[in-house]
C-alpha cells in the first residue's frame, strides 16, 4: 500500500468518527479534511474546491430552495382538516401520513418531505387522540425510504448517479431507482404502520388539561410559599414527586452539597428535569411556579413547541443568547434537549438539532420569531395562505421533475423552476440562501473531492482487491451483497451523502474486478445509505424524530432492526432480478 492509500484511509476513518461523535460541526470537520487531503497531496490545488461547482451540490441547493416554498404553501391544511371530520382509524393515519412523506420524499430532500408532513400529523394526531410516538417515527423512516425511488429522492442516489456518468459517460435516469426503490419504500411504510401500535403502546390517560404529550423536559422553576416541595430533600424529588433535580438556586447563588442534604426552601429556583405532564400537574397545583411573564399573559398569549431543523440559526446557542425570541417577548420555559449533561442555570443550556424549546408569548410575534430563526413549529401559529394561491409552487415543482424524467439534466430542470418561483414572487433568492442548510451543503461539497481521490489514490482498487479474498468476485450478487451490507451498517453513524462517497468508487472497482456492468452495484450503494433507521443520528430525520417523539436511542434499535434487516433482503433480491 502508497503512502497515499495509507494516508488517505486514516483520513477517512478519522472524519468517519467525527461526524459519527458530533462533538466538532459536521462543515468544519469536512473542511479540515479537505485541506487535510490537499496537506497530503492527495489531490492537487485547483481541484480542492470542485466540489462546490459539483452539478450534485448545485442540484441539492435548488431542491432546498423550492422545498423552502412548499413548506409554506400548506396545501396539506385542508386536507388534514377533512380526514379528521371522517374520524378514520389510527392505522389508516400513520399509514396515510407516512405514505404522504414518501411520497414527497421521491421528489424533494427527506428534511424537506419530513417537515411538511409533520404538522399535518401532529394535527391529526391531537384531534383523533393518536399518541404522537406512533406517527413521529413512521413519518421519520417513510421519508427515508420514498427517497430511493428518484434521482433527487436523497443526495446519495445523485452522488452515485455522478459516479456512473463519469464511469460510463451516462448516469441513471430519473426513475431507474425506482425498480428497487419503489417496492422496499412500499413494503418498509406498511410493515411499520402495522408494529408502530405494538412497539409504542397507547400511553396510561392523562387529564388533557395537564398536557400536550408525555416528552421530558428541562425547566427552571420557583418555588412558592406553601409548595409541598418546601423541606423535601434533593435526593426525594424523583421518588416523591416523579422529577430529577440538577440544581437548586438561593438568591443568586447555587446550593453545593449532596443531594440527601440539600433542603428546598420557599422562594429557592430549582433547575430540574423531568416529564411535561408532571410539571403541568405541579404547575397546576402552585408546587411550582414560573417567573417568565411578571406582567402578565398578553391578551393574545400562546404556546407554541417549536424543533431546532437543521439549517436553524439556533443551532449551538444558548437560551440566554436568544434575541430572536426575547427581543419579541417570547419566553423560553422548557426545553426537551438531547445533550443528558446539564451545567448550570436553564439560560446556559446550549440548543442541538432535534431539540424542541416550549415557547410563550404573543402569538404573531411567534409566528415571525420561528420564521426568521428557520424553526419547525409542532403545531401550526397562523393561519394558512390562501388555497387559491398554494398550489402554484406545486405544480412549477411538478414542471421540472418532468423536465428531469425526460432527460433534461436535473440541476438545469430545477434552475428553470426556482427562477419561475423568483418570477412570480413565490421566492425570494436573498432571503432563501441566507436560510438555507449550510452545514449539509459545505459537508457535501468538502466530501466530493475526498471521494474521488479514493478512486484516483487507488485505495479503492486495494480495498476491492482485499474483499475479494473474502467473497468471490466473479459472481456479482456476492459482490452487490457486500456493497449493499457495508453500505447500510455505515449509514447509522454517518451520514447517508459520506457513504456515497466513499463507497462509490469501491463499488465500480468491484464491478471492473468481476467484469460487470456498474449500474446494479451503484444502486446497491444508494439503497443501503437510506436504509437508516437503527440509530438517531445518521440521518437528520431521526435526530428530529427522537426529540419531537421523546424516543430512547434503544427505540430505533427496537423499531428498526426489521426494517433494516427485511429492506437488505428485499434489495437484493430486486437487485438480482432487475439489474443482473
Known amino acids: 500500500m502508497s503512502f497515499e492509500q495509507a494516508s488517505l484511509l486514516i483520513l477517512l476513518l478519522a472524519m468517519l468518527v467525527l461526524f459519527s461523535l458530533e462533538r466538532i460541526r459536521i462543515e468544519v470537520t469536512a473542511i479540515a479534511g479537505l485541506l487535510a487531503g490537499y496537506a497530503l497531496g492527495l489531490y492537487p490545488a485547483d481541484q480542492i474546491f470542485t466540489g462546490f461547482a459539483s452539478p450534485v451540490v448545485i442540484t441539492v441547493i435548488e431542491i432546498l430552495l423550492i422545498v423552502q416554498v412548499l413548506a409554506r404553501a400548506k396545501l396539506f391544511d385542508n386536507l388534514a382538516a377533512r380526514i379528521a371530520s371522517a374520524r378514520p382509524s389510527n392505522f389508516k393515519v400513520i399509514s396515510g401520513a407516512s405514505s404522504l412523506a414518501g411520497i414527497l420524499s421521491i421528489f424533494m430532500n427527506n428534511i424537506g418531505a419530513f417537515a411538511i408532513t409533520l404538522p399535518v400529523a401532529l394535527r391529526l394526531g391531537v384531534a383523533l387522540s393518536i399518541p404522537r410516538r406512533q406517527l413521529v417515527m413512521p413519518i421519520s423512516f417513510a421519508a427515508l425510504l420514498g427517497g430511493l425511488v428518484s434521482l433527487i429522492g436523497t443526495p446519495a442516489n445523485l452522488l452515485v448517479s455522478d459516479a456512473l456518468a463519469k464511469a460510463s459517460g451516462a448516469g441513471f435516469r430519473f426513475f431507474d431507482f425506482s425498480y428497487v426503490g419503489l417496492p422496499v419504500a412500499i413494503a418498509g411504510i406498511l410493515l411499520f404502520a402495522i408494529r408502530v401500535r405494538q412497539l409504542f403502546p397507547e400511553p396510561d390517560p392523562v387529564p388533557a388539561t395537564l398536557v400536550q404529550g408525555t416528552r421530558r423536559i428541562v425547566v427552571e422553576r420557583r418555588v412558592p410559599d406553601a409548595s409541598p416541595l418546601i423541606g423535601v430533600r434533593l435526593s426525594e424529588c424523583p421518588t416523591r414527586f416523579g422529577i430529577k433535580p440538577h440544581a437548586l438556586i438561593r438568591g443568586d447563588n447555587f446550593v453545593f452539597g449532596p443531594l440527601d442534604q440539600s433542603v428546598i426552601n420557599a422562594g429557592d429556583v430549582l433547575l430540574a428535569e423531568g416529564a411535561d405532564s408532571v410539571f403541568a400537574g405541579l404547575a397546576a397545583t402552585q408546587a411550582l411556579v414560573t417567573d417568565a411573564h411578571p406582567d402578565g399573559l398578553p391578551p393574545d398569549f400562546t404556546r407554541v413547541e417549536t424543533v431546532v431543523m437543521p439549517e436553524s440559526t439556533l443551532v449551538g446557542s444558548r437560551v440566554r443568547s436568544l434575541e430572536v425570541f426575547h427581543h419579541r417577548g417570547i419566553a423560553v420555559t422548557a426545553l426537551s434537549m438531547r445533550r443528558s449533561r446539564i451545567e448550570g442555570r436553564f439560560l446556559d443550556l446550549q440548543l442541538s438539532i432535534g431539540d424542541i424549546l416550549t415557547l410563550e408569548g404573543p ?181 428530529l424524530a427522537m426529540g419531537i417523539g421523546g424516543y430512547r436511542f434503544s427505540d430505533f434499535l427496537r423499531a428498526g432492526w426489521p426494517l433494516a434487516v427485511g429492506g437488505y433482503g428485499l434489495a437484493l433480491f430486486l437487485l438480482a432480478l432487475f439489474w443482473l
Not at 404573531?364 to 424553526?375: G, R, V
Not at 395562505?385 to 432527460?407: H, I, K, Y
Not at 430545477?414 to 413565490?426: D, G, R
Not at 466513499?502 to 456498474?518: D, K, T, Y
Open 363 to 543: 402569538h404573531q410575534a411567534i409566528a415571525e420569531a420561528l420564521e426568521e430563526s428557520e424553526c419547525l413549529p409542532l403545531a401550526p401559529t397562523v393561519p394558512a395562505e390562501p388555497a387559491a394561491l398554494s398550489w402554484r409552487p406545486f405544480a412549477l415543482f411538478a414542471c421540472g421533475v418532468a423536465a428531469s424524467a425526460v432527460g433534461l439534466r436535473p440541476d438545469i430542470a430545477f434552475a428553470c423552476v426556482v427562477l419561475a418561483l423568483t418570477l412570480l414572487n413565490h421566492l425570494n433568492i436573498r432571503q432563501a440562501m441566507a436560510d438555507l442548510n449550510w452545514p449539509i451543503i459545505i459537508m457535501l461539497a468538502a466530501m466530493i473531492p475526498i471521494g474521488q481521490a479514493v478512486a484516483s489514490t487507488g485505495a479503492a482498487e486495494a480495498i476491492a482487491g482485499w474483499l475479494s479474498l473474502i467473497l468471490p468476485v466473479n459472481h456479482p450478487l456476492s459482490g452487490i451483497a457486500l456493497i449493499l451490507f457495508l453500505a447500510m451498517v455505515l449509514t447509522p453513524f454517518v451520514n447517508n451523502a459520506t457513504v456515497a462517497i466513499v463507497l462509490a468508487p469501491i463499488a465500480l472497482e468491484f464491478a471492473r474486478l468481476g467484469r460487470h456492468a456498474p449500474d446494479a452495484y451503484l444502486i446497491a450503494v444508494a439503497v443501503g445509505a437510506s436504509l437508516d433507521f437503527l440509530t438517531p443520528f445518521g440521518h437528520h430525520n431521526n435526530t
